[in-house]
């Protein structure tokens, strides 16, 4: 039964579908769980779910950090922060509203990260912190997640973050760090010259294997900027159309796919998609990790900057060292930048053919 100690709640996600399908209508979300005699009011329409003692809950956005700006509550519930794109500005704008009643407080739910915001968090001495990890909780699963999924991941970097959560620093070795990340971080690109899609088809059957899909541009500061993640695990069908869709999402001038291993079937598969779509194929010619160092070379340098963050993709570049199979995220990242700002052809200009 709800007590009636808070008033007005926000449920704050990475995106509106994550509240929608995760926090609201998930299998342990708010309409799940409730009680029969006290179930709330859902109005998807309106963002709300109001109870029947008068208690209203609203849904926000992470990406849309100033819907944030104005309303106030006397409780939040925050979930999956460390993967929100604009965690400082929507953090921020939520903590501004958290002013009503007695004892404003929020709740955090998430997978834990390495991350600036996060570790004050857990710092702060008014933070009362509780883990479990997926082994807690085995008997909610199903038993191919538990043959496929964790026992793949057990014993590893990631599987301390994703079952034990557990929070990593960077890997020795990395080429990436987290530090650099955030020093060059931004929260808006400038004017840009070049928009590409770059594109690692999924080529394996396992059930971690992605489609990487990234967004990368050139701005007029000559600097390069991280765009956009959308890499999926899907058929290759379903990978080509969040492809094309990315491309006319972001106005892009072109898709990158490379022919070395799999490009002639990634210009067939996207082509069926959408006929005449400009892609430009890339041949490497160097083993992915010497690929990689010229690009890490730009972050270091400042020169390449992530719009936002980009929680699954940043976890792949400072985890990844030599002799690891290079994940396909990073692989696609790689591929975007070369392109982009190391191949030669950078004088290609936006509008041109491709």
């Not at 739910?109 to 509780?130: A, E, G, N, S």
């Not at 080509?240 to 072109?254: G, N, Y």
């Amino acid at each position: 039964m709800s007590t009636g100690r808070t008033k007005r709640v926000g449920l704050i996600g990475a995106t509106s579908a994550d509240v929608r399908d995760v926090m609201i209508e998930g299998e342990s979300g708010i309409m799940a769980i409730a009680a029969d005699v006290d179930r709330p009011l859902y109005e998807p329409s309106k963002r709300r779910l109001t109870w029947p003692n008068g208690a209203i809950a609203t849904a926000y956005s992470a990406d849309q950090p100033d819907r944030l700006r104005g309303p106030q509550h006397d409780a939040l519930w925050a979930d999956e922060v460390c993967s929100w794109r604009y965690l400082e500005d929507t953090w921020s704008m939520a903590m501004f509203g958290l002013r009503l009643g007695k004892s404003p407080q929020v709740v955090v739910t998430t997978t834990p990260r390495p991350i600036p915001l996060f570790k004050t968090m857990l710092k702060d001495p008014t933070t009362h912190v509780t883990t479990g990890s997926t082994y807690e909780n085995v008997a909610n699963l199903a038993p191919a997640f538990v043959d496929q999924i964790i026992k793949r991941y057990e014993g590893t970097r990631l599987g301390a973050q994703e079952l034990e959560a557990k929070i990593l620093d960077d890997a020795e070795g990395a080429l990436w760090t987290r530090d650099t990340l955030e020093k060059y971080r931004v929260t808006q690109a400038p004017e840009l010259t070049k928009i590409y899609i770059s594109v690692d088809p999924k080529t394996e059957a396992a059930a971690d294997s992605e489609a990487g899909i990234v967004a990368v541009g050139l701005g007029v500061d000559k600097h390069g900027y991280l765009l956009d993640d959308s890499s999926i695990n899907s058929s290759p069908e379903g990978w080509a159309k969040q492809a094309v869709s990315a491309f006319h999402r972001l106005d892009a001038d072109a898709i990158v796919a490379e022919i070395n291993q799999g490009g002639d079937m990634v210009v067939y598969t996207i082509q069926t998609i959408e006929k005449g779509i400009p892609i430009r194929r890339v041949r490497a010619t160097r083993g992915k990790h010497t690929r990689a160092e010229p690009v890490a070379a730009l972050y270091g340098q400042g020169r390449f900057h992530h719009v936002g963050m980009f929680g699954i993709l940043e976890d792949q570049l400072c985890s990844w060292v030599v002799g690891d199979k290079s994940p396909d995220r990073l692989d696609s990242l790689v591929q975007g930048a070369t392109e982009l700002m190391i191949s030669g052809r950078s004088g290609w200009a936006r509008g041109a053919s491709a």
